[in-house]
């Protein structure tokens, strides 16, 4: 039977394909259908107009090809370093070629005499170049069969898909196979008026010159044109979701600011706002008069000051008869917010109220029944806030201190809590780049405190090695005899906590050797031990009766102790570039000079050598986000890699920004004009969401 393949078909039915091809197709490469094939993209070119003859052949040259005759094959080596070689000579001289793997094929298909057209990259081994797995291709008559190509694509593969003939070139096979099959079927999705607008090439010479490019501008021009499609799809529908969520869900309006705002604005404020503080108070403000629910996200670089606007809205809230409460990731941080803000509340009279998973239970009856009868103000606390359980009389705003620790399914609990759903501030001290804040909380408005408090002093850090560490103790040491305090932390190592716990004990003596009781008073702290203990040393060191306060990543979120002035981390190769900034905010917090002091072994790689010197370059939190997004992509920033949501196929959030920022303005202009897509103009894109929608996850069950 025949009939007409479409983009749908199943990969299976593809020439060339079959039952097992699909099956490692599916497996490794997660393709399905024709279409999935057509987005799996070239990760890079092969430069096919350019020969290069064996003498010009560096060990460091990328990528290249050459032709020539290939002889003397031979193996050499044993068990894993067993392999085959042979020597490709031109008029020029010859070079090695090697394989390790697929060497009985290469002995029986090889002919002698004959030329080759051979690509590969170059490397040196024991000073003699050479090229390892080379791509070759016989040339009948001076010419192969790829040749026509002026660029010939390379795809990702594997290992199990070149065994069943699927390598790079037996998928740029399939995807020919393709373009003569369904190519022509390629469907236009943007609408006529954002196409002309941008002059983009049409879809189906797009995705022609992604795979096959003529030349490198036109290639440009269709990747430009793909990765604006890819970016600008997401944002349609987070505008959407966003333009239906502030058209359905009414907010709560606070009209007035009263006394609890004013009397806290006048008499205890102890200090003056930055310019910055203002801005969002003001812009927190507008949001409670909209009359729309509020989904704000507000960020600011650890010590920027984001407590005091979150209580200062929160007292907008208690001034219009509203309760509101605050969420933090974990009890230390709550406890401490509820510690900051009873005392900061002292003399307005507002009930405030702590609740944690530790809260006993006939205390935990009390603070029920007070929150239901409207009595309890501000209630504080951890996650234990979302439980159903928890009901309020009366809540109309809702603060979540560092998002990143909540999902997004909480933040919706958080809604249901009242009938017209509180405004929800999400606060983050992660700074996260613009590109991110737009795709992964793309619905949410962003407010961002960008200036520090005066009087800071820039904290200052230094890398530091094994060899210097004598000096570094007596210069703790004196900070010590100052009256400062120093934390010295250890990385945790997820895979193995027993070995975490090992790698702290042991530097804790190492730690106590050189400071010894009872001149020295030490601490410590890791994720094992109870939550009171914890706490209890927590307190102690808060109080200053600990000088140091040896600990694993536990201290690394919000924990504030203006008297610490010294932050060593230890083995800090292993850290993150967002978590070394965090564990650095740590410190800095009051007036004296501040210290981050970055203990590494010896031996870095590369990556971790750029972390070291980015953190000892600056201070400023976002400069940072955005160094850590170039380094390890946006599927790891934002710990969603294996969810696969962040990894968008031509799309870069890390160098993509322009493309993002023109495809966000267009599709809020879009919503705002046809928030149904209803239009006629915008009938394919409105089909095409609807497809894309049935073959993966919502965007806005994410953000
Ligand atoms: P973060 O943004 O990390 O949550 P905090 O709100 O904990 O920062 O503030 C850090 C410290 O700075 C606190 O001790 C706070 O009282 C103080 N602070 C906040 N705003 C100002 C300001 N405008 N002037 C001086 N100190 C401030
Ligand atoms: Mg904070």
Redesign the pocket.
């Known amino acids: 039977m025949i009939y007409r393949q479409t983009l749908y078909t199943e990969i299976e039915y593809l020439k060339g394909v079959g039952p097992k091809r699909a099956t490692v197709l599916q497996k490794e490469l997660q393709i399905f259908t024709l279409k999935d094939l057509l987005n799996h993209f070239p990760f890079r070119y092969v430069d096919k107009t350019k020969f290069y003859k064996v003498k010009e052949v560096r060990s460091d040259s990328s990528y290249i090809q050459i032709k020539g005759e290939i002889e003397n094959l031979r193996e050499a080596g044993s068990g894993r370093s067993k392999r085959l070689i042979a020597d490709l000579t031109d008029n020029t001289g010859s070079i090695e070629l090697v394989w390790f793997k697929g060497t009985k094929w290469i002995i029986n298909s090889i002919k002698a005499k004959k030329e080759y057209l051979v690509y590969g990259k170059p490397s040196s081994f024991r000073s003699t170049i050479n090229i390892v797995h080379p791509e070759i291709d016989l040339l009948e008559n001076g010419k192969s069969e790829s040749e026509s190509m002026k660029f010939q694509p390379v795809y990702n593969s594997s290992e199990k898909l070149a065994s069943k003939g699927l390598s790079s070139r037996g998928i740029m096979k399939l995807q020919k196979q393709l373009f003569q099959t369904v190519g022509n079927q390629i469907p236009e999705v943007l609408p006529d008026n954002i196409s002309k607008s941008f002059n983009f090439i049409t879809r189906i010479e797009a995705y022609k010159q992604i795979h096959f490019p003529e030349n490198i501008e036109i290639l440009e021009k269709a990747k430009n044109r793909l990765k604006f499609e890819e970016l600008f799809f997401v944002q349609v529908e987070l505008c959407s979701f966003k333009w239906k969520k502030e058209t359905q869900n009414k907010g709560v309006i606070f009209s007035k600011v009263g006394d609890y705002f004013n009397n806290f604005f006048h008499n205890v404020l102890?200090?003056?706002?930055?310019n910055a503080?203002k801005k969002v108070i003001k812009e927190l403000r507008s949001d409670f008069n909209s009359g729309k629910q509020m989904n704000r996200l507000l960020q600011?670089?650890?010590?920027?000051?984001?407590?005091?606007?979150?209580l200062m809205a929160m007292f907008i809230a208690l001034d219009n008869g509203f309760q509101t409460c605050i969420m933090a990731p974990t009890e230390i941080l709550a406890k401490q917010h509820f510690n900051?803000i009873s005392k900061l509340v002292e003399k307005l009279d507002v009930k405030v109220v702590l609740l944690t998973g530790s809260t006993k239970k006939a205390e935990r009856k009390i603070i029920d029944e007070k929150l239901r009868s409207n009595e309890t103000q501000i209630l504080i606390g951890t996650h234990a806030l979302i439980e159903d359980t928890v009901k309020f009389n009366n809540l109309g705003f809702v603060v979540i201190?560092e998002q990143h620790r909540f999902g997004v399914a909480q933040r919706a609990k958080m809604w249901k809590k009242s009938t017209i759903p509180p405004h929800i501030l999400v606060?983050t001290?992660t700074p996260i780049p613009r590109t991110l804040a737009m795709t992964f909380y793309g619905d949410l408005n962003i407010s961002v405190?960008d200036e520090m408090?005066?009087?800071?002093k820039e904290i200052i850090t230094k890398h530091y090695f094994e060899k210097n560490r004598l000096k570094i103790i007596g210069s703790i040491r004196k900070i010590i005899k100052q009256g400062n305090q120093v934390y010295i932390v250890y990385p945790l190592i997820e895979e193995s906590e027993k070995l975490d716990y090992k790698n702290l004990m042991e530097g804790y003596d190492l730690v106590l050797r050189e400071f010894p009781r009872p001149e020295y008073q030490l601490g410590i702290m890791h994720g094992k031990m109870k939550t009171e203990d914890k706490d209890k040393e927590m307190q102690r060191f808060v109080k200053g009766e600990l000088d140091i306060l040896v600990s694993t990543t536990v201290i690394e979120v919000?924990v504030?102790v203006?008297n610490a002035t010294v932050m060593v981390i230890e083995s800090a190769e292993k850290f993150g570039l967002s978590q070394l900034h965090q564990l650095r905010?740590r410190v800095g917090?009051?007036g004296d000079q501040s210290y981050c002091i970055l203990m590494t072994s010896y031996k870095l790689t590369n990556d971790a050598r750029t972390r070291m010197k980015i953190m000892t370059d600056t201070n400023d939190g976002f400069r940072i986000a955005e160094a850590d997004l170039k380094l390890r992509g946006p599927g790891e920033v934002t710990g969603t890699k294996q969810s696969g949501i962040m990894n968008f196929k031509i799309a870069d959030l890390a160098t993509d920004h322009k493309i993002l920022e023109v495809a966000r303005k267009i599709a809020i202009k879009l919503i705002e004009d046809d928030p149904n897509l209803s239009k006629e103009k915008n009938k394919s894109l409105k089909n095409h969401l609807k497809e894309s929608k049935k073959e993966r996850f919502s965007w806005v069950e994410i953000s």
């Open positions: 102890p200090f003056e706002l930055t503080q600011g670089d650890v010590g920027s000051g984001k407590t005091i606007v979150a900051t201190d606060m001290a405190i408090p005066p009087g800071r919000g504030d203006p905010g917090r009051g």
